[in-house]
Nanobody, 126 residues
Framework: QVQLVESGGGLVQAGGSLRLSCAAS????????MGWFRQAPGKEREFVAA????????YYANSVKGRFTISRDNAKNTVYLTMNSLKLEDTAVYYC???????????????????WGKGTLVTVSS
């Protein structure tokens, strides 16, 4: 069993930066590939970024490539999402998720990850 708790969300102006954290419980954190998904108001959930078990491989959705960076610290059981050059359309609830499998090209938007956090809200204002 893995429990995931996101933090770091909040209100930020367009063009600004924010870093999300996701703390995982359990001793098997390094056994899981980690990902971030988001769901904007009135929209379907979408995949944002993925990172492999050791952190050696990452993959991003085209909409965030070059602006967002996913990273992990297995010693701290934590995965991060650093978001730069934020846009209004980045406003969403961001969810951290874990899965035993790591896809080379990210997960589908509706993929059933093994574990999910409850999400943290990011609001980008003009």
């Amino acid at each position: 069993q893995v429990q995931l708790v996101e933090s770091g969300g909040g209100l930020v102006q367009a063009g600004g930066s924010l870093r999300l954290s996701c703390a995982a419980s359990g001793r098997t954190f390094s056994s899981y590939a980690m990902g971030w998904f988001r769901q904007a108001p009135g929209k379907e959930r979408e995949f944002v970024a993925a990172i492999s078990w050791s952190g050696g491989s990452t993959y991003y959705a085209n909409s965030v490539k070059g602006r967002f960076t996913i990273s992990r610290d297995n010693a701290k059981n934590t995965v991060y999402l650093t978001m730069n050059s934020l846009k209004l359309e980045d406003t969403a609830v961001y969810y951290c998720a874990a899965d035993l499998a790591y896809p080379q090209r990210g997960w589908d938007d509706d993929y059933g990850m093994d574990y999910w956090g409850k999400g943290t809200l990011v609001t980008v204002s003009s």
